[in-house]
């Protein structure tokens, strides 16, 4: 891949022929924003639709997250990350795979906005990219950056920057890749009292709006009815009552155990910058210990959580 | 400074079981504090929010009618947590009241007109206050003829009994209630409300229609009124939406530009047809 | 009204902290600039706006409201009774931005409507003097001028402050404006408005010009309802309501009861049309079943509603929070085009 022209073109050309070839009726991917570090989902009917396509490092969602219950077949301009997650609505039975068609992108990894920030200080007014760098102008200046030093925190450790495992069709270049998360911190975290442990999960969600924007912008939560929501009976305050607010980040990171494809698009959604990923992270670490499963890198795996087995370990139940 | 957020306390002076699936109960109010029921000045559409403590509210049309003096009445579905609750609640218990919200039934407009009031199920609830308060000798001589078409799917699940059997025998209003179907016991009207309403409805010159129903009752009879040639203006309801704050601020009950509870519940058919369909 | 200079901010702020009402003003907190109660030397200057628009100081995302007892010894068990509204101290807000100010002033033309007047929303905007700051360097998500707003706009506000050198040049606007700084010691008369025009020219020069709202305005509400640009926006919504929550103008509560086995209160919660839960009745039946009625009713009441109710104001004030944070780039000055064509 020589430039970013050349793969938006790849994309509207991969985009128009699976509209012509029946394999699609919608194509989903991105176009740019209108706004610096806006991208938006752009979901193309019609060959005309497909022009608008780009790749884009300002991606704030994980369109797999459009999928359940959507009419239609859908081919979807996958990065890894939503790639894995459209497997995993398969395999949840929320979208049928024939339905499906995936054109994996190679992936180098979305820019966090806010790491963009701590480095630029000036107002930026425009915000452009190629293939590995951004380019941002104010009033009377222009600087550019590697995307490499300001990628999103998921992106740093991602597993799969090149779903060719997953996709039906493959554009752009291999992505090198990179080492996968440690867990470091957080074994770290682990071995402090557990009032400690409190109060670091307790701190990072005090900010918490209870927009529920992470929950909108999650792939797994396409629940009718989140159980914050219900109200017969209401199981939690609506308030901005702190153990509400914590209740609700845990019950949460609990339901996507062994389904989390750390695609981030919870911590860029959140409009107060909360590592909403650190509730994740723990609990991957213990679904790929115990069970040894990666979520959305099978096809007909079912996620550990949701299967039994009598073989299962039961040294818990005391 | 008015706090309209606090309701007036109450105590529950009287409960009525009102149909046969127990689903609708009369609750009677009377107001605690001296001086609290003329603060609570309404007019019949009038709604106020039944506010129980650690419950919450439910926005309810005053099935009284002011000139009842001495207690408010509301007919009570059990569909929410307030309203379930509200049917276990016992005669004596202390709740509260907050209102009169909303704007009355264009009662001076109508002035000098007949009036065709037609309701459907357990709607009827506003339209019994705008009765009562018709048939006053003191109000009675500024209306015309006064038709009252009332329908429920079951014998059982009409309301207010009493009270239309009473009106049945007067001359100075026309009472045509009806079941979907035949029932044992029941030596009344058979047929849907459209169907009455199309049989008995007056003239439309100078008359004018209010009408209160569930959606499929009103979705046939606005039909029958249009083409008896009842104008628009002169098709009067009262809508339903969620509401909180019932005071037009809290914005869950937007219709359009207008908010049901404060600029509503009753419009025009003028007027509805100028906004969504979004109640 | 009078026009006054300063020739350094941290003595006027200390001045106005002095005044014995409480200073609000915007501070930098992990990074982020809030409005809070601070001292004056933690003022921030340099911000473009506030993280959050300012309408939580008088309308907080949760606000208890109401409260009662079970108590049956005790009188008065079960009947509730006013919370708060005796403890809400005067105050003086410094460093409110003009969009936002303006957009207080719809909130406020909603709070206090034709027929009720809100006493907690009241107590707290009535009894706040509003001091604004101009916009001098506007940033680039900013638009209040495509929205009939400017960086110097006056609505709303008591007082218009902007930067001269270390100090600032003050123009009151409001009889509450002209007694509180009538009050302050370390004012010099005059000198600011005539300085005002020429930067309120040149920030405006740096914004759009405005948005053609014109058909919008004047079609029927039916009309601009059933465009059919609504579908298209609403695909790629994913209805989180983070709009809602960041719009200086988007003040919609729900009411909540909250009990323990002593007594409860009644509180209202920040809420928003975003959600399915917003107006689904009580039957089950929901009059904005779908996307698609949810994405319209907020712009058609920000773009046509809040405009008829409000003698024609804008309902949004072009802070430009909104396309900031809206994860799939909804972009109300796009929806704005769409709605008049």
Redesign the interface.
Known sequence: MTSLADLNQNIQTAARRALADGRAEVVFGYRQ????F??????ARTPEDCGQFVWTSFA??NLA??LPKYPGKVALIARGCEARSAVGQVVESQFPRENLYVIGVGCQGMVDPEAVLAREKR????VTEDLTTINLAGDGWTASLPKAEVLRRNCKTCVCRTPKDLADEMLGGDAPPLPADDFADLKALAAKPPQEKMAYFKGLVK?C?????C???CPLCYCPVCFV?E??P?WL?????AMDTFTFHLLRAFHCAGRCTSCG?CE??C?MDIKLREFNRLLEEEVQKDWQFVPGASWDQKPPLTTYRPDDEADFIK | MHNPYLPYPVRIAMIRVETEDKNLRTFKFEFLNPGDEEKFAYLPGQFAELSVPGQGEIPIGIASSPTEKGSVLFTVNRV??VSTFMHCMKEGDIMGLRGPLGHPYPLDTLKGKDILIIAGGFAVTTLRSTIVWMLQPENRPKYGKITFVYGARTPGLLLYKEEWSDWQKRDDIDVHVTVDREAPGWTGRVGFVPAITKEVCPPPKNTAAIICGPPVMIKFTQPVLEEAGYSTDDIIMSLENRMKCGLGICGRCNVGPEYVCKDGPVFTLTQLNQLPKEY | MAEYTVKDKLSFLKAAAGSGRRLLAPSSK?GRVRLAEVTPDRVAFDY?NTHLSPKDAFFP??EKMLAFHKDAAKPGAFVYQPLGLDKIQPTVVFGLRPCDARGLAVCDRVFQNDRFTDPYWKTKYEGAVKIGLACQ?P???CFCTAVGGSPFGEDGLDVLAFTKGEGLGLKTLTPAGDEFLKGLSGLESGGAAGEMDGLKKAAESRLPGPLDLAKAQAAPVMEIYNQPHWKETA??C?????C???CPTCHCF?I?D?ENERGGVR?R??D?CM?W?YTIHGSGHNPRPTKTERVRQRFMHKLKYIPLKQGGACGCVGC?RC?????????I??VAVDMSK
């Open positions: 924003g209108t706004a610096p806006t991208a938006a989902p752009h979901f704030r969602v997250a459009y107002p930026i007014r425009e900010d709006l209870r927009c529920y924007a929950r909108q912008a929501d109200t017969r209401q305050g609506k308030s901005n009552d698009a860029a959604a409009p | 929410g947590q | 992990d473009l995302q949760t360097a940033g680039p998500n695909d790629r994913l209805n989180c309501g983070t809602t929550f960041f729900d909540q909250e509180m919660n920040w928003t959600s839960l430009g396309v900031q944070h809206c994860p799939v780039n909804i972009d000055r796009a």
